[in-house]
């Protein structure tokens, strides 16, 4: 089945330790998105990407960075990651035309220790 | 700018009892909306959408919605609920243009009595 697919799906960290979170996806879809959802929260856009052109929101720290390789996976790093970054983060995907729907992968449950 | 709204953070029913979640918008255009549902610990699911034509959607699962241009809602419903409804249900609407941005109601919060 054509998915989004997240690891690891739980990662730890420790306080300012760089951390990279993974999304791959067989959907062949052009559009991948990265958000953060604390808890009881809904998720909150952080950047994404249409193709090769990344956009990032205004309010999104520059501690957070995305990579692009190819169509199929785009990867989340987080610098310098402090413990208000512990959270969900989820990556979707949504395809070229006529579609507004995104698709959601299991997200990454980050801890920093 | 849109925003969405869901007015109630928590719901609770007894697992075959009918239920309805509420969610109201704020567009200027014709809004593409869309419900979602999370288990804990896991990401969104898509239960159905929203983009034109009949106002009574049907999506998975057994849900159900209806868009209402005239109230600015797009209340989602099933008939018998199960104890496996129980999650988290989010109401979006997309920005359209500029990378198509869902914008979240806060989420409801469903617990389902055996």
């Known amino acids: 089945d054509a998915m989004v697919i997240q690891n690891p799906r739980y990662q730890v960290t420790q306080f300012g330790k760089p951390v990279t979170l993974s999304c791959s996806q067989t959907l062949n879809h052009n559009v991948m998105y990265w958000y953060q959802q604390k808890s009881s929260q809904a998720p909150k856009l952080l950047f994404h990407?249409?193709?090769?052109?990344?956009?990032n929101e205004a309010d999104t720290p520059d501690n957070f960075q995305s990579r692009r390789p190819n169509t199929s996976f785009c990867f989340l790093d987080i610098r310098s990651p402090g413990l208000g970054d512990a959270a969900m983060y989820l990556c979707?995907?949504?395809?070229?035309?006529?579609?507004?729907?995104?698709?959601f992968g299991p997200g990454t449950r980050l801890t920093v220790t | 700018a849109q925003s969405v709204t869901q007015p109630d953070i928590h719901i609770t029913v007894s697992e075959g009892a009918s239920l309805e979640l509420r969610c109201n918008y704020s567009y200027g255009a014709t809004p593409y909306l869309f419900w979602y549902v999370q288990s804990p610990g896991q990401g969104l699911q898509l239960l159905l959408k929203y983009f034109s034509g009949d106002t009574l959607v049907q999506g998975i699962k057994g849900f159900e919605a209806e868009f209402k241009r005239s109230q600015s809602s797009f209340n989602l419903r099933k008939p018998s609920v199960h104890w496996s409804d129980a999650a988290e249900y989010f109401c979006?609407?997309?920005?359209?243009?500029?990378?198509?941005?869902?914008?979240f109601g806060t989420g409801t919060q469903l617990k389902v009595e055996l």
């Open positions: 990407y249409y193709d090769k052109d990344f956009n």
């Open positions: 979707a995907t949504r395809g070229r035309t006529g579609a507004y729907e995104q698709y």
């Open positions: 979006a609407v997309v920005e359209t243009g500029g990378g198509n941005k869902l914008t």
